[in-house]
């Protein structure tokens, strides 16, 4: 019989970052967001340990999961069965280490999305801007508010987390607001957005946000080439581009830039 225990998320970060073989303190950030925790102890540190994180969505996000081994998939289930207990939309990401597609599928979850690590050589997509925007490095935009509403237009992609002004703040996490851009529209609000993170001649960006009414546009693309020119001034050859929650045609739109998707982890979507 597999016994699990509720945890306070307090408690559960030291819990998480064993299996998750980082430092307590690498999660801390993220106490604010977790709402419960439940955890399966077992030998070497635990069998296993989950918790759930807020996220712009009606979704909670599941954090952890289970030691691999012959009970994996016996406390998987057992996790995640006691998250759902209160009916909440749940998501996750299937990983062979954590949480495997197969114990998701048995509970009846569904792939919805999924994060993708493109790499390649720095693309020059041929991506006008849309009439009536503006595109502008991030430098020259410091407004939180304007910042707030260009980041927000990620708030509806599977996978994405919420953000808040320490993370909207010029240079926030070292990126680099010389060469990331944002778009704004006739009335100098936000509707998209792309960071950026220079290491010498690698180019790393999150896939570009765009605002859900400018998506059939060539507005996604463009931000990218401006961010790659930005780059490319600067002596960047490559690109790494971390997608969550793209839609299909995004992502067919990526592979034809010539990129390669060297990491692909599903999503997966509760039922409830």
């Given at each position: 019989?597999?016994?699990?225990?509720?945890?306070?998320?307090?408690?559960?970060?030291?819990?998480?970052?064993?299996?998750?073989?980082?430092?307590?303190?690498?999660?801390?950030?993220?106490?604010?967001?977790?709402?419960?925790?439940?955890?399966?102890?077992?030998?070497?540190?635990?069998?296993?340990?989950?918790?759930?994180?807020?996220?712009?969505?009606?979704?909670?996000?599941?954090?952890?999961?289970?030691?691999?081994?012959?009970?994996?998939?016996?406390?998987?289930?057992?996790?995640?069965?006691?998250?759902?207990?209160?009916?909440?939309?749940?998501?996750?990401?299937?990983?062979?280490?954590?949480?495997?597609?197969?114990?998701?599928?048995?509970?009846?979850?569904?792939?919805?999305?999924?994060?993708?690590?493109?790499?390649?050589?720095?693309?020059?997509?041929?991506?006008?801007?849309?009439?009536?925007?503006?595109?502008?490095?991030?430098?020259?935009?410091?407004?939180?508010?304007?910042?707030?509403h260009a980041q927000a237009t990620y708030a509806d992609?599977?996978?994405?987390?919420?953000?808040?002004?320490?993370?909207?703040?010029?240079?926030?996490?070292?990126?680099?607001?010389?060469?990331?851009?944002?778009?704004?529209?006739?009335?100098?609000?936000?509707?998209?957005?792309?960071?950026?993170?220079?290491?010498?001649?690698?180019?790393?960006v999150g896939s570009p946000g765009v605002h859900p009414?400018?998506?059939?546009?060539?507005?996604?693309?463009?931000?990218?080439?401006?961010?790659?020119?930005?780059?490319?001034?600067?002596?960047?050859?490559?690109?790494?581009?971390?997608?969550?929650?793209?839609?299909?045609?995004?992502?067919?739109?990526?592979?034809?830039?010539?990129?390669?998707?060297?990491?692909?982890?599903?999503?997966?979507?509760?039922?409830?």
């Amino acid at each position: 019989m597999t016994r699990l225990y509720p945890v306070l998320p307090e408690d559960a970060l030291a819990l998480l970052a064993d299996l998750l073989s980082c430092a307590p303190d690498d999660l801390r950030p993220l106490l604010a967001q977790l709402l419960a925790a439940w955890s399966c102890p077992g030998a070497a540190g635990g069998a296993g340990v989950i918790a759930l994180r807020r996220t712009p969505r009606a979704d909670l996000e599941v954090l952890g999961g289970a030691r691999p081994g012959p009970r994996q998939a016996e406390v998987a289930l057992a996790l995640l069965r006691a998250a759902s207990v209160a009916g909440t939309p749940l998501s996750a990401y299937a990983d062979d280490a954590l949480l495997p597609e197969d114990v998701l599928r048995t509970l009846g979850w569904r792939r919805a999305g999924q994060y993708t690590e493109w790499r390649g050589a720095l693309p020059t997509p041929d991506a006008p801007v849309p009439a009536g925007l503006r595109l502008l490095p991030l430098a020259d935009v410091p407004d939180l508010s304007v910042r707030r509403h260009a980041q927000a237009t990620y708030a509806d992609r599977l996978g994405h987390t919420l953000v808040g002004d320490a993370d909207l703040i010029p240079g926030a996490h070292g990126s680099d607001d010389a060469v990331g851009h944002v778009a704004l529209d006739a009335s100098g609000q936000g509707v998209g957005v792309c960071r950026a993170w220079l290491a010498g001649d690698t180019l790393t960006v999150g896939s570009p946000g765009v605002h859900p009414a400018l998506r059939h546009t060539t507005l996604r693309h463009a931000l990218l080439r401006a961010t790659g020119d930005a780059a490319r001034a600067r002596g960047a050859r490559g690109l790494v581009m971390q997608a969550w929650g793209d839609t299909p045609a995004e992502t067919q739109a990526d592979a034809e830039l010539g990129l390669d998707a060297v990491t692909v982890t599903p999503i997966y979507l509760s039922r409830s």
